[in-house]
């Protein structure tokens, strides 16, 4: 994959980190949620089985106050009437019922009933509008324990003994409207597995029935509803559980009592894990950077030494790893070589063509110290124009070079006396040509091509080798142009003297305009006469440059002088 | 068969031409704590009403009119004389819950509910058992012998009646303000007895000649707490 360096430090740290913080963070949550759960269930549990064992010693205490109705001779009267006078007599059943309605009005039951000896209905009441009722056991038949439904309403009864001399000669039930809520916990009554009444009014029966088919009558039971946990535990009722078909359990919600303590455990998790997340993005972000900007650093100042073919050294880096000092280190040195061995090239390169302009000056004794003196007068030139440090040096050396071409033309040319065919003066008129083709092979000296190629152009389009107009030839070779006319009017030829200054500086400010450049004629006619100048400059060797080397000691002097360059001379005077 | 009580008495005390016996019972608190069910019918029963909770009834009246007060040491009760006195069940209540009868006095036991009553007593001055009997039966029973009889009912254990069988003619049941009246008592010392089911027995003794007597009584605190009515089972 093709991405940043810095991109992947960030993606390589933060991403490892990230999964294994929400995946810890998931495991944790699920771990706590998981503890949660099973401590509430148990706590439920623990409540349920203390609310169940506190019912059956309620029941048993309602047992025995039952027994003590048992005992109670006014009922055994009424007993004893029913069976001497028989069953048949209205008032004594109505003696009985009436009995019977006392004693459920003063101990607050629904339902009362005496059985004979044989488990036969005697007498029966149930608490109606406001009062009792005699119940109609030919219709109804109660059972002694357990539940059973009249008119719509679910009773839950039980029954003692009437004892007369430890012998059972009836049997008492009673009981009650049956209360689902009153044993503190949700609670559920079911009849053969079908829902008879439940507390949980959120919750279908059907949803009921399916989850406790699977349960054991008499054990506890977890189970799953909505996908909610459940707890359900057998609730002790009168008759026990499962004879008669009637199942009494308590179904408790264990999530919804969980709930609010997961909400906040989710919520806490949640902005604990978004906090570590952004820590680990800021931090990520910072280790990633602090590793990937050195490096940066060095690619794009690498990009730019690519870009402009410089090698510019490395400013000291303090705060890098050693690492990146070394490799900035070694990329200084090699620079700082590159540059060594570059500048020694030029320098090589300068001196060896340098060597040549010489040699072509030696040729003719005449010409003997012409290009220095052109480059001299070229340099204060450029000076006079205000010109760079930069701009100066390469019209000094551009300026030793400008007649370079002139190697490749002949003695018989260059040195003849007299007047030029035509011919011969189209051989003269190459070797700026030549000049540029001998340099533009040779690495280094690009800078100085505009001046060998172009200082014969004129300004006004007259000149060669191109004929380039006004602007279109650089300043460098117009300035040179101006420097070589110059020194060819003022130098002595073998068939005439120099000109004066003033006489030079005359025809140059005739031509100003036309092949001169007038700024550069100007400048050159105000900086006065430069050969006092420069004889008065000669003793002093300080010329550092480049141009100092060329020269070297093998400076020439002497009044030698060639006919070819007085020839052009000539040719542009009478032009 | 009702007979005239009071006309009997006046011929056979006119002759002897005694003056009264005026009293008044004082009671200074509550002696005992009634709850009295309200029946509204057959198998309607209202809530508990504690009586005199309502104002109306002033729970000193009820006390004042449960006082039986008759006389000791006067000439015997013969056992010629009867009363008209009757106790009724009705509502699963004995009705009076209090008579007052010279010995040898008979009560009807008359049934005005639609169900089976039993009217027994276990006292020593009279034991009997009327056995179970419907709506619209009597029963009729004469008490020869002084002294107090608790009625019972067997099928409603909460059904009580007293009956205070006097030894003289002379006795009589207080009433709501307290005030009694014993007339036609020949000369002579007697002894006065108030009665009050949980108060006990009081005596006091007084002696009557022309002039009317006046005898008070404070319960519940007397010189003689002698309750012989306690005896009865």
Redesign the interface.
């Known amino acids: 994959v093709n991405m940043r360096f810095a991109t992947r430090t960030f993606l390589s740290s933060f991403i490892p980190f990230a999964v294994l913080l929400a995946v810890s963070f998931w495991a944790i949550r699920a771990s706590v949620m998981e503890t949660v759960r099973d401590g509430l269930r148990a706590s439920v549990r623990d409540n349920e089985v203390a609310l169940a064992r506190e019912q059956a010693r309620n029941e048993g205490r309602n047992r025995k106050l039952l027994e003590g109705i048992g005992e ?3 009922l055994k ?2 007993l004893q ?1 029913l069976a ?2 028989g069953g048949a ?1 209205e ?2 059943r ?2 009985v ?3 019977l ?2 004693i459920c ?1 003063s101990l607050s039951f629904d339902f009362m009933m005496v059985s004979g000896a044989r488990g036969e209905p005697l007498a029966a ?1 149930v608490r109606y509008a ?5 119940v109609n056991l030919a219709r109804l038949h109660p059972p002694e324990q357990g539940f059973f439904s009249a008119d719509g309403r679910l009773y839950e009864v039980t029954s003692v003994p009437i004892r007369e001399a430890d012998s059972q000669v009836a049997t008492l039930t009673v009981g009650g409207l049956f209360d689902i809520s009153r044993f503190g916990v949700p609670a559920v009554l079911l009849h053969n597995g079908a829902v008879i009444t439940a507390q949980m009014r959120d919750l279908a029966p059907a949803q009921i029935e399916r989850a406790l088919a699977a349960c054991s009558p008499l054990a506890d039971c977890n189970l799953r509803i909505q996908n909610e946990q459940y707890l359900s535990l057998p609730l002790g009722r009168p008759g026990g559980n499962g004879n008669d078909g009637y199942t009494l359990r308590s179904l408790q919600n264990v999530d919804a009592a969980s709930a609010p303590l997961q909400a906040v455990l989710r919520k806490l998790f949640l902005v604990a894990g978004f906090i570590a997340l952004a820590a680990m993005l800021g931090i990520s972000a910072l280790s990633s950077r602090s590793i990937a900007r050195p490096l940066v650093d060095v690619v794009s100042h690498l990009r730019l030494s690519a870009a402009t073919g410089e090698l510019p050294e490395f400013p000291e880096t303090h705060g890098g790893a050693h690492e990146i000092r070394d490799l900035t280190q070694g990329f200084n040195n090699a620079a700082r070589a590159v540059h060594e061995g570059r500048e020694r090239l030029t320098r090589a390169y300068v001196q060896f063509v340098g060597s040549l302009a010489q040699a072509l000056d030696a040729r003719d004794a005449y010409t003997a110290g012409h290009s220095r003196r052109v480059s001299e007068y070229s340099c204060a030139i450029a000076k006079a124009l205000n010109l760079t440090e930069d701009d100066l040096e390469i019209i000094r050396v551009g300026a030793l070079l400008h007649d370079l071409g002139k190697i490749g033309i002949s003695d018989l040319v260059l040195q003849k006396p007299g007047r030029l065919t035509p011919e011969e003066n189209q051989l003269i008129r190459q070797h700026p040509v030549i000049g540029k083709r001998i340099l533009e092979n040779v690495q280094g000296l690009e800078a100085y091509l505009g001046i060998v190629e172009l200082h014969h152009e004129n300004l006004d389009g007259t000149g060669y080798p191109h004929g380039l107009k006004g602007e279109e030839t650089p300043l460098y070779a117009r300035i040179v142009k101006v420097a070589d006319a110059y020194d060819a009017m003022t130098s002595d030829r073998p068939y005439r003297r120099g000109k004066s200054h003033a006489e030079a500086i005359a025809v140059l400010r005739s031509v100003s305009g036309s092949e001169m450049d007038p700024l550069v004629v100007d400048a050159f006619a105000l900086l006065g006469d430069q050969r006092k100048q420069q004889a008065a400059f000669a003793g002093n060797q300080s010329l550092r440059s480049l141009s100092d080397a060329v020269q070297g000691d093998a400076e020439v002097p002497g009044p030698a002088a060639t006919a070819g360059l007085e020839v052009v001379a000539r040719e542009r005077e009478a032009s | 068969m009702w007979i005239k009580l009071g006309s009997c008495a006046l011929v056979a005390t006119a002759a002897l031409a005694g003056a009264d016996i005026h009293g008044t019972i004082i009671i200074e608190r509550k002696l005992s704590r009634h709850n009295v069910t309200a029946s509204a019918g ?4 209202g809530v508990a009403v504690e009586l005199g909770a309502d104002g109306e009834t002033d729970p000193l009246a009820f006390e004042r009119s449960h006082v039986a007060v008759y006389l000791e040491g006067g000439p015997k009760s013969s056992g010629t004389e009867s009363g008209k006195a009757s106790i009724e069940q009705k509502d ?1 209540r004995f009705v009076p819950d209090l008579v007052v009868i010279p010995a040898g006095s008979a009560v009807s036991f008359p049934n005005f509910d ?3 009553h ?1 009217v027994f007593s276990l006292s020593k001055a009279k034991s009997f058992d009327l056995g ?1 009997y ?2 619209g039966q009597s029963r009729l029973v004469t008490f020869p012998v002084p002294g107090v009889v608790a009625v019972y009912c ?4 909460n059904m009580a009646a007293s009956i205070v069988v006097a030894p003289s003619r002379w006795a009589v049941r207080v009433d709501k303000d307290g005030v009694f009246a014993l007339k036609d008592v020949p000369a002579g010392t007697y002894t006065v007895v108030a009665w009050h089911k949980t108060a006990g027995t009081f005596r006091k003794t007084v002696t009557i000649g022309e002039r009317d007597a006046e005898v008070s009584f404070t319960l519940p605190y007397a010189e003689s707490t002698d309750a012989d009515h306690v005896a009865h089972r």
């Open positions: 109670n001779p006014s009267a009424g009437l001497t006078e007599t008032q004594a109505n003696t019922l009436d009995q309605s006392e009005d009441v406001g009062g009792f009722a005699p | 057959m198998y309607q029963r699963r639609p169900i089976f039993n179970n419907p709506e067997h099928l409603h254990s």
